[in-house]
């Protein structure tokens, strides 16, 4: 069975700190996706980045950016100089692809509060 | 660019009353699922829909949930006789396939249910 364990339940900054959002998953399939999410207040998810298992390479978008590291299982989530308006929920998320299970393993989630 | 719709945002019920929550998935998309977030609680897979009929489903998809593509764009989920811990927003997402693409499956803005 899939887990995806997001160990910190709320995360508090201020603006202009960087912060990073940890990310564990475990799963027996050597092929599989994982993605985070963006929730805010007003409750729709976000897609922010998808990342297959053979593909290490850490990638920055703008001020995000994410490291993927399987010796660890894990796939963390780091904010550079941070904005009021990411404060959010941000999901971590697991998808495998072998048999039939096509579902979405969330994460339980961080509470992000950027502070001016 | 395409995305899922949702109708309506929101909905209040008595407990014991049948909802039924719409979903307009993107056009050319295969796949279509519901998710569930108790408030607060993280995302939850409900059911996924493929070629007219349930691909997988999970153990909250009790025999009071129901899903159904009644045309060529809509996707619903029924929910026959409403409890109190039904309350949630549910979410649709759709995806081209059951693999994951980039993007991942896109998610709809929710309908968030209150059972009174």
């Known amino acids: 069975a899939q887990k995806v364990t997001q160990a910190q339940t709320e995360i508090s900054v201020v603006e202009k700190e960087d912060v990073t959002l940890d990310c564990v998953y475990e799963?027996?399939?050597?092929?599989?996706?994982l993605f985070w999410y963006k929730q805010p207040p007003s409750g729709e998810l976000v897609f922010l980045i998808r990342?297959?298992?053979?593909?290490?390479q850490n990638e920055i978008s703008g001020r995000y950016s994410w490291n993927f590291q399987k010796s660890t299982s894990s796939f963390n989530f780091t904010i550079t100089a941070s904005q009021v308006v990411d404060s959010a929920v941000y999901f971590c998320?697991?998808?495998?692809?072998?048999?039939?299970?096509?579902?979405?393993?969330f994460g339980s989630g961080t509470q992000l509060t950027v502070l001016p | 660019e395409p995305e899922v719709t949702q109708t309506p945002s929101h909905q209040v019920t008595q407990m014991g009353q049948e909802v039924i929550l719409r979903c307009v998935p993107i056009?050319?998309?295969?796949?279509f699922y519901w998710y569930r977030q108790i408030l607060g609680q993280k995302v939850e897979f409900l059911v996924s829909?493929?070629?007219?009929?349930?691909?997988?489903k999970s153990e909250i998809f009790d025999d009071q949930f129901s899903v159904e593509r009644p045309d060529g764009s809509n996707f619903t989920l029924k929910i026959r006789s409403t409890k109190l811990e039904d309350s949630a927003m549910y979410f649709c997402?759709?995806?081209?396939?059951?693999?994951?693409?980039?993007?991942?499956?896109?998610f709809g803005p929710g309908t968030r249910l209150l059972v009174l």
């Open positions: 997402a759709s995806s081209p396939t059951g693999r994951s693409l980039p993007g991942g499956q896109y």
């Open positions: 799963t027996r399939d050597t092929t599989y996706y």
């Open positions: 990342r297959n298992s053979f593909d290490e």
């Open positions: 998320a697991l998808h495998i692809s072998s048999g039939s299970a096509r579902q979405l393993t």
């Open positions: 056009s050319n998309h295969l796949y």
């Open positions: 829909f493929y070629n007219n009929e349930i691909s997988e």
